[in-house]
């Protein structure tokens, strides 16, 4: 069974930092793109960031400069280091398993996603 598997969320004030981790297990993790997306109340979900299968990270304008993505394969894991958090950076925050090349990271499965509160 594939699963996904976040966890880091929480409550930070504003310009604080969060980790959020994604375990994947069920799948052969080095075949797939693992991307993080996010979805505020009331808005569209959105792209965060993407690793491919070859290591290049791609990020979303919103957070390029504060967010850095990174991966252990040995432990199945995929982080996303968010530093000078915002209040707009409040939403959910899922990451996602993607079969896709490049960076469009297009998701096929869903974690069922961490909670990020920043406040002002």
């Known amino acids: 069974e594939v699963q996904l598997v976040e966890s880091g969320g929480g409550l930070v004030q504003a310009g604080g930092s969060l980790r959020l981790s994604c375990v994947a297990s069920?799948?052969?993790?080095?075949?797939?793109?693992i991307g993080w997306f996010r979805q505020a109340p009331g808005k569209e979900r959105e792209g965060v960031s993407c690793i491919t299968r070859d290591s290049r990270i791609y990020y979303g304008d919103s957070v390029k400069g504060r967010f850095t993505t990174s991966s252990d394969n040995s432990k199945n894991t995929v982080y996303l280091q968010m530093n000078s958090l915002e209040p707009e950076d409040t939403a959910v925050y899922y990451c996602?398993?993607?079969?896709?090349?490049?960076?469009?990271?297009?998701?096929?499965?869903w974690g069922q996603g961490t909670q990020v509160t920043v406040s002002s």
């Open positions: 069920g799948f052969t993790f080095d075949d797939y793109a």
């Open positions: 996602a398993r993607s079969p896709s090349h490049g960076s469009s990271c297009l998701p096929d499965y």
